[in-house]
C-alpha cells in the first residue's frame, strides 16, 4: 500500500524553525557610533540632559578664640617633603630659628641643645628637637649625647646632648646668618675629651653678653681661643723673622700688647673666648674676656687667671670642689660667676 504525501507541506519545516537565528542585538559599539552620528548631525543636543556637577565643599563649623589659640600656639609649618630636597635647595626652607642655630653652634663649634632649648627656643624643647631632627637629616649638623666630666667624683655619670655643623652646615650658616664677615664659624669637634668645658663657654657667653648689651654695646663678635691663639702665633712668627736675634720673652710681651691680652708670669694668657662689641652706634670698640673654669684647675692655673682680670665663670659643681681645693687661698674664688 502506498501513502501519498501533500505537495504543499513542506517536510523539512519544523527543521528550519530550529536552525532559523534571530537577528542580533546591535554592539555597544554601534549604539555608541549611532549616539555620535546624530550628535554631529545635530549639535544642539550635546549634554543638555546633563546637570553641571558642582563640587560640594565640607564646611567645618567655626571654631572658638580658644580652639584658634590652642592650634596657632608654636604652630610649625609642614614639612611633608622637605627632608628629600638636596642641600643646595634646603636653605630658603629654612625657619629663622634654625638660621639662628646653625649661626650659634658655627660661632661656639659645639653647643649643648639646653642652651640652645633656652637661648633659641624660649624654653620650646620639643620645637627644638624637631627642628634639629631635619638639620641632621640634611647633613647640617650633627648631635650626640656625651658623657660628662667625672673628676674622681662618684655617683651616676651625667649625659650632656650637644650639637656641631658639617662642613655643609657651615657653608649655609655662612651664606644665611647675617654674621659679619670676620665673624669665625667652625664645623666638627677637635678636642673630644673637652666637650662639656667648650659647651659651657656659650652659656658663659650669653650671661656676658647680657651684661654688655645693658651697658650700650652692641653689634657682638666672637673670637675663641682657637682663633687668637692662631693670631698669636703668627704674630710670634713674623716678629721673630725680622728680629731673630730680639729675646723671645719680650716679643711675647710686644705681641700681647698689640694683640690686648694680658701677659702674666713671662706668658701670654689666652682666655676661652673674647666678645668685641661696638659703642657709641660704632664710634667706639670694646671687648670683654671669658674663661669657663673646671675642676681640673689647679690654684697656680686659677691664680693666673684671676691676675690676668678674666671674667671667670664656673658651674655650681666644679666651684664647690676649687673651693675645697683653694685652701688658703679662697681669695681666688671671690670674682668667679655662677654659670
Given at each position: 500500500m502506498r501513502l501519498d504525501i501533500p505537495d504543499d507541506i513542506p517536510y523539512d519545516?519544523?527543521?528550519?524553525?530550529?536552525?532559523e537565528t534571530p537577528p542580533l542585538a546591535p554592539s555597544?559599539?554601534?549604539l555608541r557610533r549611532e549616539e555620535l552620528r546624530e550628535q554631529m548631525e545635530h549639535p544642539r543636543k550635546l549634554n543638555l540632559n546633563r546637570e553641571p556637577q558642582v563640587k560640594k565643599h565640607s564646611v567645618e563649623p567655626p571654631q572658638s578664640d580658644a580652639r584658634r589659640a590652642v592650634a596657632h600656639d608654636h604652630a610649625l609649618p609642614r614639612r611633608t617633603r622637605r627632608n628629600e630636597l638636596p642641600v643646595s635647595v634646603i636653605g630658603p626652607s629654612l625657619r629663622q630659628e634654625e638660621i639662628k642655630?646653625?649661626?650659634?653652634?658655627?660661632?661656639?663649634?659645639?653647643v649643648a641643645t639646653r642652651d640652645l632649648a633656652t637661648n633659641v627656643y624660649s624654653g620650646h624643647g620639643n620645637q627644638l628637637a624637631r627642628d634639629l631632627r631635619f638639620l641632621e637629616q640634611s647633613g647640617l649638623v650633627?648631635?650626640?649625647?656625651?658623657?660628662?666630666?667625672r673628676d674622681g667624683r662618684g655617683g651616676k655619670v651625667d649625659r650632656i646632648e650637644v650639637v656641631t655643623l658639617t662642613e655643609e652646615g657651615r657653608k649655609m650658616a655662612r651664606r644665611l646668618s647675617g654674621l659679619s664677615d670676620d665673624q669665625q664659624l667652625y664645623s666638627g669637634l677637635?678636642?673630644?675629651?673637652?666637650?662639656?668645658?667648650d659647651s659651657q663657654i656659650y652659656r658663659a657667653y650669653l650671661k656676658e653678653a647680657e651684661r654688655i648689651e645693658k651697658q650700650g654695646g652692641e653689634g657682638l663678635r666672637v673670637r675663641l681661643d682657637f682663633e687668637l691663639k692662631s693670631q698669636?702665633?703668627?704674630?710670634?712668627?713674623?716678629q721673630r723673622n725680622a728680629e731673630p736675634e730680639r729675646d723671645i720673652d719680650s716679643i711675647k710681651q710686644q705681641v700681647a700688647e698689640q694683640l690686648e691680652l694680658p701677659y702674666v708670669n713671662n706668658g701670654i694668657q689666652i682666655p676661652d673666648a673674647r666678645i668685641e662689641y661696638d659703642l657709641d652706634q660704632g664710634s667706639r670698640s670694646g671687648h670683654a674676656d671669658i674663661e669657663v673654669l673646671t675642676a681640673t684647675y689647679r690654684p697656680g692655673h686659677l691664680r693666673?687667671?684671676?691676675?690676668?682680670?678674666?671674667?671667670?665663670?664656673a658651674s655650681a659643681s666644679d666651684r664647690a670642689t676649687l673651693t675645697a681645693r683653694a685652701e688658703g687661698e679662697h681669695h681666688l674664688l671671690d670674682n668667679i660667676l655662677e654659670l
Open positions: 519545516l519544523p527543521r528550519r524553525r530550529q536552525t555597544p559599539l554601534e642655630t646653625l649661626g650659634e653652634i658655627g660661632r661656639f663649634r659645639v650633627r648631635a650626640e649625647t656625651v658623657n660628662a666630666r677637635v678636642k673630644p675629651r673637652e666637650v662639656e668645658h698669636v702665633q703668627k704674630a710670634i712668627y713674623a693666673a687667671k684671676a691676675q690676668a682680670g678674666f671674667h671667670v665663670y
